[in-house]
């Protein structure tokens, strides 16, 4: 992404490393991972069926590594996700190894559905949609809607250039009509802790479903605990505090992501109206 948006000159600082993997293949990864020096922290989402990235830390460097089988606003089965997208790379050499990396059309994708997942507050994403609407080409833009057309990622693929007034005047020109639904809304307009569950315990089949979610984001496994909170990472005694203090922390958030979830559904009703 970097190479292709920004000058060797310019500085754009990530703090860790995205890795998209076969879901087939994902057990064998994360068995070679520990003898690299990695430790699983857990998963940035809670739910069963959920999609969740599994994030890693490197112990000597503190480097964070995230494990990916799809990419958030990608409606295609993981599989089919993996299929189309090793299909559409290049290599790029990193200290002397080939490194396999999206191709132009599939990044201009990501750039797009990258924004959209972030959030018109995410400043980092914002700039880097900003210099790909700059500095890529239409017939690529092109090509990229119809990657999103295959990976069923057009809603979340015009929400995210529509966050740009010169992307809405693309998405207009490309001719793209996609319904957005509350989930891709509301990360557009950065979605405040607690909403995106919110948007999931709606779409639960049942009352016993609905009561394992409510529990599980109650009480939720020690590796996302320690995901979200550093101190608890260290020792028993701050993973304890992290569950007591976790209560009053919903409490806190959860008045802000009810507002937020209504509003995503306003606004995905309205997308509906003009499709």
């Known amino acids: ?7 060797l000159d310019e500085e754009r600082i990530s703090n860790d490393i995205d890795l998209l993997v076969d879901s087939v293949e994902l057990a064998c990864a994360e068995a070679i991972l520990p003898k690299l020096g990695f430790r699983f922290l857990g998963v940035d989402r809670l739910g069963a069926a959920r999609n969740a990235d599994r994030l890693w830390m490197h112990e000597s460097t503190g480097l964070l590594l995230e494990l990916h089988t799809t990419i958030v606003g990608i409606g295609a089965a ?3 996700v993996w299929e189309t997208l090793s299909a559409a790379t290049e290599t790029m050499d990193i200290d002397g190894h080939p490194v396999e990396i999206l191709d132009d059309v599939a990044r201009a994708f990501h750039v797009a559905i990258n924004v959209a997942h972030h959030g018109r ?9 900003d210099r790909a609407l700059t500095v890529i080409s239409q017939e690529t833009w092109r090509n990229a809607a119809d990657l999103a057309r295959r990976l069923d990622a057009l809603a979340a693929f015009s929400a995210g250039l529509r966050l740009n007034p010169r992307g809405a005047l693309l998405v207009r020109s490309l001719g793209i009509a996609a319904p957005i639904d509350p989930m891709v809304a509301l990360r557009a307009e950065t979605a405040p802790p607690l909403a995106p569950g919110i948007v999931w315990f ?5 009352a016993k479903a ?5 529990l599980r984001v109650l009480l939720p496994p020690p590796g996302t605990i320690r995901l979200r909170s550093p101190r608890a990472r260290r ?6 505090m992290a569950y007591a203090c976790r209560p009053f922390w ?10 937020a979830w209504r509003r995503a559904r306003q606004t995905a ?3 509906k109206l003009h499709v």
């Open 121 to 129: 507050l995410d400043a980092k994403t914002m700039a880097d949609l």
């Open 1 to 7: 992404m970097r190479r292709m948006l920004y000058a």
């Open 210 to 214: 609905r009561a394992a979610y409510l």
């Open 78 to 80: 993981p599989t089919s």
């Open 235 to 240: 020792n028993s005694f701050w993973l304890v």
């Open 202 to 206: 709606t779409q639960l089949p049942s």
């Open 269 to 271: 009703r309205a997308s």
């Open 250 to 259: 919903i409490a806190a958030h959860l008045r802000p992501a009810i507002r």
